[in-house]
């Protein structure tokens, strides 16, 4: 009787794959989108899939993202997900943790989550940021410490995301830090716009959001610098872009919230063979 090794998981998302990795449990790769806009159609995966927006502009149809995505962003689909998620240019790239849904239901056991698509909170995207180093640096404990990465964005995830209008006051709030437009908001304002007192405002939002308004705006900032590296910006351009005193200062919040540097995060993001391209071809000038 002859045995044969289990069958490793597909990834089961199309694109140019820079890494990929796979066992009988998971698949994960690097993506950059190759199929057209009007070329997907709404579609199911039997399969849960895990994406990890870097750049690009996205549709998605998961709670919590906006109309169209320009921003870092981190969206779970739970197995069974019907959606025409895609990238509205192949200029993105992506990485997604793909796992049958045995699997998923293994890791979910006693944790309550929803079986609609949702965009994780934004103090997830640190978390997934180590899967990088996992799929560029695969070794043997890489699948334990997928599944270890991916057991801490399951508690992030609201166990029945919770849609909230136009006009309730912490979604208008929410909308203003959204805003590029103006200045960075005062707590005093931000009170205003949903007619709370100052201190109520702060624990609702932490509350609702895991974080106060502070920490959230610093961490749409960072966020935003994600994505201008990953789009081949430099540090500099990309710290006097989104407003910080200099390179060093994003150097430094950045490793802080990452735990990695700029640098580094370019090499996993981009791939080594695209950043050797982009060093060759400014040494070239």
């Known amino acids: 009787m002859s045995s044969h090794a289990p069958r490793a998981t597909e990834i089961g998302v199309r694109g140019l794959a820079l890494c990929q990795q796979a066992t009988h449990e998971l698949a994960i790769a690097q993506l950059r989108p190759t199929i057209p806009e009007h070329d997907i159609h709404r579609h199911q995966h039997a399969d849960m ?8 502009h996205y549709v998605s149809d ?37 796992m049958p849904a045995a699997a998923y239901e293994r890791l979910c056991d006693g944790v309550r989550i929803g079986d609609k698509s949702v965009r994780l909170p934004r103090q997830s995207l640190a978390r997934s940021m180590r899967l990088l180093r996992e799929v560029w640096g695969w070794e043997s404990s890489s699948p334990l410490a997928i599944e270890s990465i991916f057991s ?22 929410l909308d203003r830090l959204e805003d590029d437009s103006d200045a960075p908001p005062t707590l005093k ?3 205003a716009i949903a007619d709370f007192h100052p201190v109520y405002l702060a624990r609702a939002f932490r509350k609702r959001y895991g974080i106060a308004p502070s920490d959230y705006l610093r ?19 990309a710290a006097s ?27 996993l993001a981009l791939g080594r ?11 070239a000038r």
């Open 49 to 56: 899939h895990l994406v990890l927006l870097l750049a690009g």
């Open 62 to 98: 998961a709670s919590g993202m906006p109309a169209v995505c320009a921003e870092p962003a981190l969206v779970l689909n739970p197995p069974g997900t019907e959606h025409r998620d895609r990238f509205r240019s192949r200029h993105g790239l992506f990485l997604t943790l793909t």
């Open 152 to 173: 801490e964005l399951l508690a992030d995830a609201p166990s029945k995301p919770a849609a909230m209008g136009a006009g309730h006051p912490l979604q208008r709030v």
């Open 189 to 191: 304002e931000l009170a």
């Open 219 to 237: 961490k749409r900032r960072l966020h935003k610098a994600v994505s201008l590296i990953a789009q081949r910006r430099t540090l500099s351009r």
């Open 241 to 267: 872009t989104l407003g910080f005193v200099d390179e060093s200062h994003l150097h430094r919040c950045f490793v802080a919230e990452f735990g990695m540097t700029p640098g580094a995060f370019r090499r």
């Open 273 to 283: 063979v695209e950043v050797s391209r982009i060093q060759d071809a400014r040494l």
